[in-house]
Every structure is written in structure tokens, then in C-alpha cells.
């Protein structure tokens, strides 16, 4: 690999497109005639405005956002979201109407699919929530605890009545547990009268969405979209509506988290991470030159791949997740050992194939397959598993 470059299967920071970062490298210094960094320039500056208004005038193409949706640039990672996306519709005027009609709290609804649904629910909790979950992973057939390696069926769901609920939210790719829902699977299974609050941290812009279905897409960028720093919220704009004759309403929401001060902000209320936004910016770019439905196809190049090798020798590498629900970014399973994990993740660091480890909760093996691993890269990977394999097995 150039430069001395690495496969970095991270899960997140992860990897960016070459090309994106040797423009980085390139205006580093002197950003088109400025004479300085994007790092040192003023947020109020009108270049900066436009480096900003540009990258969320490119993600809107990219995604088809519809015009009655808010795209914000806020700060707080995909934690900061899951309390903020809490916070915000219920502070909404929609839904402290419905509140106020039903006499008593409404429900959150809760889709636990893995660790990071599980997150967003403890965190929702301690907030004073009025929770329920839907779901919570499946029975292991084997010992009977719950494991995240699948999804009951949606006759099993408990959502709460519509009438009683304030919004349903889940994660659309797990990132620990290499879980992932299909496009619009949640979605379908909502009445349309309920917002659906999506955390798409892991695979945003890695297939096509329709936006419209969602009350809110919320997402970390530091995976698929950009450097660690920033979130993107994705909003519906008459969630975003409120009775600003009640002092109650914002009580408990602080600026940082709340979308309407950002909304009306061109997200700069305050000081924006403006190096991750600009260089978000140059990924949306990247991706819109590429177009979805084009890395959406690539998406599934790579992942088959790997998970064609799984299936062939399903007794050495042992496939955690329920193959409707694998997910085409994070890619998680075991070896018969931990010995043999240890090995395997030692001689693929020898091929400069890094970042291989499962997560702490979880062990085994993930890759992350992101946008900006070229196909080449799942292909070194299978030719490295093969080898191991016929070596090992
Ligand atoms: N949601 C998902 C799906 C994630 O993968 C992560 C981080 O890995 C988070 C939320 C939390 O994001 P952050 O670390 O930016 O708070």
C-alpha cells in the first residue's frame, strides 16, 4: 500500500478515502489562497460559511433529504444523541399536545438489537423516560439468555398504541454486535403516526434511505461520513415546532443538545467542529461523485465476500449473527479458540491488516467494512482467511 498505509478495519475512527485525504494534505497549509489552515480559520469568516453551507447543501443531494427536514451539524457523538433525540421530541409541541390529550406520560419506544440501542435506552432512563422495549434481542435455543444475534418477529414486537406513544427508535447497524435491520424494515412495522427516531452512526450514507419514513435520522460521523467531532442530525422540521409560550418546554434541554437552537443557527450557534464538518464535506463530495446506489453495490461486494468464506467452513469461522440481520459494515465472528483468534489477529497484523479485535464486551473477531475500504481490501482479507484456514483448520 502507498505511504506506508495499513488495511484498518476499525470500527470507528475509521478509515477515509484516499482521496480525501490527500486534499486535506494539499490545503493543509494555505486552504485555496487563504493564506491559512481551515484548523485556524474563524467560523464567522465567509469561506468557513461556505465550506459549511456546501457540505450540508451536498449531503441533502446525496440523500434526497426532502426540503421539510433540518440537516444539523452538532456536537456530542452518537452518546450526545441519544439523550438529545430524547430531549427534543419531548419537547416538541406535537408530541406535548398528544401528551396533554392522553392525560399521562407517553411511551418511548425502545428496539434493543445490541449494545448500542442498549445504550440509548440507559441513557433515555436515567433521564426520566417513560420507556418501553419493544424488543430485547432473542433467547439463545442454547442456554436461554438473551443474545444480540438476531431479531423476533415483528408479531412479537410490543409497540406501545400510537395513541400513547411519543416516538420508537432504534439503531439501524449495531456496530459491536454486527447486527443490521433492512432498509426500511422498522419503519414498515410503525404506524405512520409515530416518528421514528433512527441511529444510523454505522451506516449512513452506505445504502439509500428514504428519509421521509423518518422523524429523525441521528448519527455519529466518525465511521462511515467523517472525522470524530461532529454528529448529524437529520430532523423533520415540524418536530421541531414548539409552544414557546411554555416555559416548560426547554426546562431540562440544554443548548448543546437542543436541535432548534442549531436549526436556527445554520448549526452555528456557538463554535462548530469546523475541521470534522470540512472535511464531512469532502466525503459527502466523494460519495455524491460515486453516487448511493453505486456504494450500496459496493457495500455488498465487500461484505459477501467475507461472508461467502464464513459459510464455507462455518466450523472454524463460526458467524455470530442470523444471516437476515448481518450486518454489511461490521462484520463479527469467532475461531474455534481464543488461541486461534490470537494468531489469526497476529499474522494478519504481518500482512498490515489491523484493527481485527471483537469488541472488549464481545471478543471474537469484527472487521469494519466501511465506504472507504475498497473491495481491494475485503479481497486481501479473504485471501488472508483462506490461507489461514488451509493452515489451521
Ligand atoms: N451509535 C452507534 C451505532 C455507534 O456505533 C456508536 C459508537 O461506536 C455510538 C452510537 C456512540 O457514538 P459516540 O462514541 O460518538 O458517542
Known sequence: LSHGRVWNFSAGPSVLPMSVLEEVQHDLLNYKGQGMSVLEMSHRSKVYGNIISDAEATLRRVLKVPDNYSVLFLQGGGTGEFAASYLNLMASKAVREKQRKLGKPLKCDYLITGGWSKSGLKEVKRLGANANVVLDGVKSPSTGETVYNSLPPVSEW??????????????????????????????????????????????????PVDVSRFGAI???????????????????KDLLERDESDPEVTRNLPSVLDWCYFDGAGSMPHT??????????????????????ALSKLRDERSNMVYDEIDAHPEFFNGLVDKKYRSSMNLVFTLPTPELEAKFIAEAAERNMVQLKGHRSLGGIRISLYNAMPVEGARAFVDFMKEFYDKNH
Not at 406513544?165 to 432504534?170: D, H, I, P, S
Not at 414498515?188 to 444510523?200: K, L
Not at 441521528?218 to 423533520?236: D, W
Request: some cysteine; proline content about 8%; overall charge negative.
Open 158 to 207: 410490543k409497540l406501545s398504541k400510537p395513541e400513547e406513544t411519543a416516538y420508537v427508535y432504534y439503531c439501524e447497524n449495531e456496530t459491536v454486535h454486527g447486527v443490521e435491520t433492512p432498509a426500511n424494515f422498522v419503519v414498515d412495522a410503525v404506524d405512520p403516526s409515530v416518528p421514528v427516531i433512527c441511529d444510523m452512526s454505522s451506516n449512513m450514507l452506505s445504502r
Open 272 to 293: 462548530p467542529p469546523t475541521f470534522s464538518i470540512y472535511v464531512c464535506g469532502l466525503v459527502f463530495k466523494w460519495a455524491e461523485a460515486q453516487g448511493l446506489e
Open 218 to 236: 441521528v448519527a455519529g460521523a466518525q465511521k462511515n461520513m467523517g472525522p470524530a467531532g461532529v454528529s448529524i442530525v437529520i430532523v423533520r
